[in-house]
């Protein structure tokens, strides 16, 4: 879970820090995911990896729902609303083994919410 969520974050804020980026040539914002981004780390890293099974993930398949993206603003709150899930996730699950981790999860997941309301209510 802790592999997955972690992937999940970091891929959610790098669609919305590249459509800020490049879309919309926003250095602010982007420069403030990618500065999450980068706080989104553990240092237990490998350990991680060498249990990572996505060959046999009983929801590899992609649903049809994630298919259908009207715009980008859509593909942007989708972003958002993964990375935010993902950070509270792991900020639960790091409640069991390091308060250090989980808030640092709790830290990114309000700053999520702070950049979507700058991003979106423009």
Do not use: C, P, W
């Not at 403030?32 to 398949?61: G, P, Q, W, Y």
């Not at 649903?63 to 972003?79: G, P, Q």
């Amino acid at each position: 879970m802790i592999d997955a969520n972690l992937n999940r974050l970091k891929e959610g804020i790098r669609v919305v820090e590249d459509i800020l980026r490049y879309r919309d040539n926003n250095k602010e914002l982007s420069y403030k995911l990618k500065r999450l981004r980068h706080k989104a780390k553990i240092k237990e890293t490998l350990e991680l990896l060498k249990e990572r099974d996505s060959t046999n993930d009983v929801l590899r398949s992609t649903v049809k729902s994630e298919l259908n993206r009207d715009n980008i603003s859509a593909i942007i709150i989708a972003n958002f609303k993964r990375a935010q899930e993902s950070a509270r996730v792991l900020e639960e699950l790091y409640k069991l083994h390091s308060v250090e981790y989980s808030e640092n999860f709790k830290y990114i997941r309000y700053e999520l919410y702070s950049i979507e309301k700058d991003v979106l209510i423009q």
